[in-house]
C-alpha cells in the first residue's frame, strides 16, 4: 500500500523516518509472536522488559553513558525536567547558574525560580535571543551547584557549538531540539535531558540521563515521581510507563545506529542545514536573524520581504508537500526545522522551491 507523505517541518512532533513507522506497522498487531501489540502488553511483561533493556543499551551505545550515569525514561516531557532537576539538585539555599539564550531556557528559570535562588550567568534577551553571550561574558557564581543550558533554542534557532565551560561544576542541559544529533562529551555533564518528539521518537517521553551521584538529594515532601531516585529503584516503572512511546525510542534508536551512530547524524545534520544557510546567505530576498556563530543546524528560522510574501509562500510550499514552516507564533516568519528524521532529500526539496519561488516572486 502506498501512502501520501509530506516533508513535515514542524518542530515537533516531528517527522520519523518511514522504516521506523514501517517496522512500528509491522509489528503493530503481533509483538514478536505475543500474538499481541505492545500498546497492549503489561509493562511488567518479559516482552516489553526486553524491549527496555535494549532501548537503554542502544542509547548507551550511541552516546558512549558509562555505568557513573543512569539513564531515565520520564513522563512529563522536557517541561517536567525544568522543576525536577531544581528539586533533586539544589536544597533551599542553594543557588545555579542559568544561561538565558532564548523562550526555553526562560521557561526553565521560570521554573526553577519558583523552587530556589536562581542566577541568570548571562542573557541574550537584549538581542532578542539572536545569538548566544560570549563565554568572555557570563558570571559565574561561586556557589553554584550546576551550570544550565538549553543546547539548541528551538524557536529562536540558536545551538551550542561546543558545550559551554562551566569551570568545573556540572553542566544541566535542556537538550530536547538537537539530542542524539551532535557528538557531545558526557563527563562534562551532571544531567542531560531531553523530550523525545523531535529527534527520537513520539511525544509522551523524555529521556534523562543523571550522574549517579546526583539522584537521591531530592527535596523533603515532593510528589514520589519527582524524585529521580524514585525512577533510578523502579527501573522508569514506578507506575505504568508510557510503553508505546518508549518501544519507538528503541526503533529510532536502533534505526540511529544503522545509519551509523551519532556521528552519521551529525554528519546529517550539516548536510541539510548548510543547504539552507547557503541558500539564505546568497539571497536578498530570504533573511536569518541569527547571529552566524550560533545557528542551529536543527531550527532555522528566515523571514521575507513582507507578511504576504510569507503567507503566498506558505500555501504554496504546502502545495509542494512541504508542510508546516510557520514560524513560532510568538515571533512570526518562517521556520524550517530539520531532526534527525528529516530525510537529505527534504531539506534539497524545501531549497529547491525556495530558489524557485525566490525567482517568481523576488
Ligand atoms: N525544551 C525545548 C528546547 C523545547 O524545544 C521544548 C518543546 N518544544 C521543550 C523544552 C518542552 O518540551 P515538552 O513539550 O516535551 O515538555
Not at 186 to 212: E, H
Not at 233 to 260: A, H, V
Request: with cysteine.
Amino acid at each position: 500500500m502506498s501512502h501520501h507523505r509530506v516533508y513535515n517541518f514542524g518542530p515537533g512532533p516531528a517527522m520519523l523516518p518511514k522504516a521506523v513507522l514501517e517496522q512500528a506497522r509491522e509489528e503493530l498487531l503481533d509483538w514478536q509472536g505475543t500474538g499481541m501489540s505492545v500498546i497492549e502488553m503489561s509493562h511488567r511483561s518479559k516482552g516489553f522488559i526486553s524491549i527496555a533493556e535494549q532501548a537503554e543499551a542502544d542509547l548507551r551505545e550511541l552516546l558512549s553513558i558509562t555505568d557513573d550515569y543512569r539513564v531515565l525514561f520520564l513522563q512529563g516531557g522536557a517541561t517536567t525536567q525544568f522543576a525536577m532537576v531544581p528539586l533533586n539538585l539544589l536544597g533551599k539555599n542553594d543557588t545555579a547558574d542559568y544561561l538565558h539564550t532564548g523562550q526555553w531556557s526562560g521557561k526553565a528559570i521560570k521554573e526553577a525560580k519558583r523552587f530556589a535562588d536562581i542566577h541568570i550567568a548571562a542573557s541574550s534577551e537584549a538581542d532578542n535571543f539572536s545569538t548566544i553571550p560570549e563565554i568572555e561574558t557570563w558570571q559565574i557564581s561561586d556557589n553554584a551547584k550546576y551550570l544550565y543550558f538549553t543546547s539548541n533554542e528551538t524557536i529562536g534557532g540558536v545551538e551550542f557549538q561546543a558545550y559551554p565551560d562551566s569551570g568545573g561544576i556540572p553542566l544541566v542541559c535542556d537538550a530536547t531540539s538537537n539530542f542524539l544529533s551532535r557528538k557531545i562529551t558526557l563527563d562534562k555533564y551532571g544531567v542531560i535531558f531531553a523530550g523525545a518528539q523531535k529527534n527520537f521518537g513520539p511525544s509522551g517521553i523524555a529521556v534523562a540521563v543523571v550522574r549517579n551521584d546526583l539522584i537521591g538529594h531530592a527535596r523533603e515532601g515532593i510528589p514520589s515521581l519527582y524524585d529521580y531516585a524514585v525512577h533510578r529503584d523502579s527501573n522508569c516503572m514506578y507506575n505504568t510507563p508510557p510503553t508505546f512511546s518508549w518501544y519507538l525510542c528503541g526503533l529510532m534508536f536502533r534505526w540511529i545506529k544503522e545509519q551509523g551512530g551519532v556521528q552519521a547524524m551529525e554528519n546529517m545534520a550539516i548536510e541539510r542545514s548548510s543547504l539552507m544557510y547557503q541558500l539564505l546567505d546568497e539571497s536578498d530576498f530570504y533573511h536569518s536573524p541569527v547571529n552566524p556563530r550560533y545557528r542551529s543546524r536543527m531550527n532555522v528560522p528566515f523571514t521575507l520581504p513582507n507578511e504576504d510574501m510569507e503567507k503566498r509562500f506558505l500555501a504554496e510550499a504546502k502545495e509542494a508537500d512541504l508542510v508546516t514552516l510557520e514560524g513560532h507564533r510568538s515571533v512570526g516568519g518562517l521556520r524550517a526545522s530539520l531532526y534527525n528524521g528529516m530525510p537529505i532529500e527534504g531539506a534539497r526539496a524545501l531549497v529547491d522551491f525556495m530558489r524557485d519561488f525566490e525567482k517568481r516572486y523576488g
